[in-house]
């Protein structure tokens, strides 16, 4: 069957024919990628209209509130399995089985431990540094212990650095935390599940053992899982196009923390937390709500829409149902913030203004709720989805180099500048 081809028909009637591409699921494109030889760019600013790769790890119906991890439903991933398992899945393609799953295991543990010189590296920060920008800098620390053996087009040795990158996140992420706290480093404990592991680093101390609640650690498992993979986002493509370039795994991932740091990505539910602690009461929600209606007003309702979702976010109403087993496994029903959140949620559904633009709470409307009732501080809220996200980015750089046509990515501009000039002799001359 012949490809089917778009045609653009340019302004002096020249006909240019582009081939159509359909994916499995989701919408068409246009292949532009030969638009160069004809002297001509597109023009697509935040990359919206724009398909930076093809992928097989995570699809996204914005309009039908479907998030598929390797074609399986977001919500039986949550249910049914681990974070390992999900990890698995995104690097491997399928489930599993449970030989699969145990060697995969003890392959992860073995890589929970960070080599001692990092004490140093910590070391060199302020006590009171954001843990995000510690764990950025350490991560990216690591290509220094990883280098020589590094050969990225190596399939066995992005296999290693994968199972490197998923146990030893972990670890960093909760010495970040403790640093900060001027607490000493807990060592990780290889007899504990991956999500226990990192909530015994967090929370345990020399002097006081801390206590695992399956509740909580389940709960916990959900939160990797809703946010281990979300197709090509700001910071999955920056891991992905620093990639390309062939650098070392830990940058890569690093660059992605990075990018996951900003305010308008990863740092969604923390400001979803400080917002309903702005608003504090239950009588105060018309007013913020009213707020969020008026254009001039720079208050925003945080926790609500998404750019790709037009419709409800399918992570929600899981984390909606976490949270409640967590408030009632803590006996903590009736907690301000959650009664304040459900009132909200409440009000804002059934406003006309919010039900017409279809802003449905997502995902970081409850899960940073869900944080704070675990014990989590708002300051790590970010590193927990960094520790998260690392599954996905390590998956999506590992799958480049299994791409026959990895390029480096080079997006071009279009340029606004001055016009050719020329070196003034006499720069004391007036510009006046």
């Known amino acids: 069957m012949d490809q089917k081809k778009a045609t ?24 532009i990628s030969q638009l160069s030889q004809h002297g001509l760019h597109t023009y697509d600013p935040g990359f919206m209209s724009t398909a930076s790769c093809g992928s097989a790890i995570t699809f996204i119906d914005g309009e039908k509130s479907i998030l598929l991890y390797r074609g399986y439903p977001i919500e039986q991933l949550a249910e049914h399995c681990d974070f390992l398992d999900v990890a698995y899945l995104l690097l491997n393609g399928e489930l599993p089985n449970q030989n699969e799953k145990t ?37 990216a620390s690591k290509s220094a212990f990883y280098f020589d053996e590094m050969n990225v087009y190596n399939r ?33 404990r290889n007899d504990l599940s991956y999500a226990a592991n990192f909530l015994n680093m967090l929370f345990s101390s020399p002097t006081q053992d801390y ?14 899982i809703l946010h281990a993979d979300h197709e090509q ?51 105060r929600i018309g007013e913020y709500i009213e707020r969020a209606k008026d254009s001039t007003d720079s208050f925003r309702l945080m926790g609500f829409g998404h750019r790709v979702y037009r419709n409800k976010d399918p992570r929600a109403e899981i984390m909606r149902k976490t949270c409640h087993e967590v408030l009632s496994e803590l006996g903590l029903e009736n907690d301000s913030i959650f009664k304040l959140a459900l009132k909200l949620e409440k009000i804002a559904l059934e406003d006309d203004y919010f039900v017409k633009k279809k802003l449905y709470p997502n995902v970081d409307f409850y899960s940073g709720i869900v944080m704070r009732a675990l014990g989590i501080p708002n300051s790590m809220f970010t590193a927990v989805f960094a520790l ?35 070196v003034s002799l006499d720069r004391n001359v007036s510009k006046d």
């Open 388 to 422: 998260a996200r690392t599954a996905g980015w390590i998956a999506h750089w590992n799958e480049m180099f299994v791409a026959d046509n990895l390029k480096i990515g080079r997006p071009r501009q279009i340029y606004k500048g001055k016009l050719l000039r020329n």
């Open 233 to 283: 986002n700001a910071s999955t493509s920056t891991v992905r196009l620093v990639g390309s370039s062939g650098a070392n795994p830990f940058a890569c991932i690093s660059s992605g923390i990075a990018s996951l740091w900003g305010p308008a990505h990863g740092g969604a539910n923390e400001a979803t937390l400080k917002m309903l602690q702005e608003i504090r009461s239950e009588s």
């Open 8 to 31: 653009l028909t340019l302004p002096d009637g020249k006909i240019i024919e582009l081939p159509f591409i359909e994916g499995k699921m989701g919408k068409p494109a246009i292949d």
């Open 103 to 139: 060697k995969y295991v003890s392959e992860v543990k073995k890589h929970y431990l960070l080599h001692d010189q990092l004490n140093s590296v910590f070391r060199g920060f302020r006590r009171d540094a954001h843990p995000m920008a510690v764990m950025a800098a350490v991560v």
């Open 156 to 188: 066995n040795h992005r296999k290693i650095s994968a199972n490197r990158l998923i146990g030893k996140v972990p670890s960093i992420a909760a010495w970040s935390y403790l640093y900060n706290l001027g607490r000493p480093f807990n060592y990780p």
């Open 211 to 224: 206590e695992i609640n399956p509740v909580l650690v389940r709960a916990f498992e959900r939160i990797l």
